[in-house]
């Protein structure tokens, strides 16, 4: 099973509203990311969890909470959202190898639209 | 900075016709990944390459990993309708970062 699940597949939110993506996976992986992607332009990294630990995170502002409660689940918390984060939101995993190969599998995404 | 430069931008061609997309890089990869995207959904990952010259192939599509894991290929045979999307080429570094192209916008036409 190489699959990632997302829910809500699409969120419409108000600028004062709170809200939370969702995002599981059961292949055992150790790795763990959320992106932003805009339209017609590849993801952009926001967090990277390793052993359920957050190991990355680009300068993401505060208004984006990540959180990981097991090593299957992870969750972003969306708080006081601006236009300009209305985007596709991708999660996805990756196994962890010595290698140093770091194949990702993303899920569906959430459309996000902030009003 | 876009650290894999990927080309073309945009492909249209006819059903049956032959298509190479390339991704080229002046930083070594530790791994290649090249992923395909349609509107609204995530990225599939086709292939993961890692050694240098390595060559793969998946049915109708080959891709390439040069010599110096610097640049790769995906070249599709007898395109269809179905292989329509956004082509994403990714490079693997040390630190779970993923760096990629920006994308290839491929259409073939029935």
């Known amino acids: 099973d190489t699959e990632v699940t997302q829910t809500p597949k699409h969120l419409v939110m108000g600028m004062t509203n709170k809200k939370s993506l969702k995002c599981e996976q059961h292949m055992g992986h150790r790795a763990m990311y959320w992106y932003k992607q805009k339209a017609k332009k590849p993801p952009e990294l926001m967090f990277v969890y390793s052993y359920e630990k957050l190991s990355i995170n680009e300068s993401v502002p505060s208004r984006f909470s990540p959180e990981c409660p097991n090593s299957s689940l992870l969750n972003l918390h969306l708080h006081a959202l601006q236009p300009e984060d209305s985007a596709l939101y991708l999660c996805?995993?990756?196994?962890?190898?010595?290698?140093?190969?770091?194949?990702?599998?993303f899920g569906p995404g959430t459309r996000l639209t902030v009003t | 900075t876009q650290l894999l430069e990927q080309s073309p931008q945009f492909l249209s061609i006819q059903e049956g016709e032959n298509l190479t997309v390339y991704c080229n890089s002046s930083s070594v990869f530790s791994s290649l990944q090249w992923y395909r995207q349609e509107p609204g959904e995530g990225p599939v990952l086709l292939v993961t390459v890692v050694t240098g010259g390595e060559v793969k192939k998946l049915k109708r599509l080959t891709f390439q990993f040069g010599d110096a894991r610097k640049d790769s290929s995906l070249h599709i045979t007898a395109a269809q309708p179905g292989d329509t999307g956004l082509y994403l080429c990714a490079g693997g570094r040390d630190d779970y970062k993923l760096s990629f192209g920006a994308g290839t916008t491929v259409t073939v036409r029935a």
């Open positions: 996805a995993s990756s196994p962890i190898h010595m290698t140093g190969t770091y194949e990702q599998y």
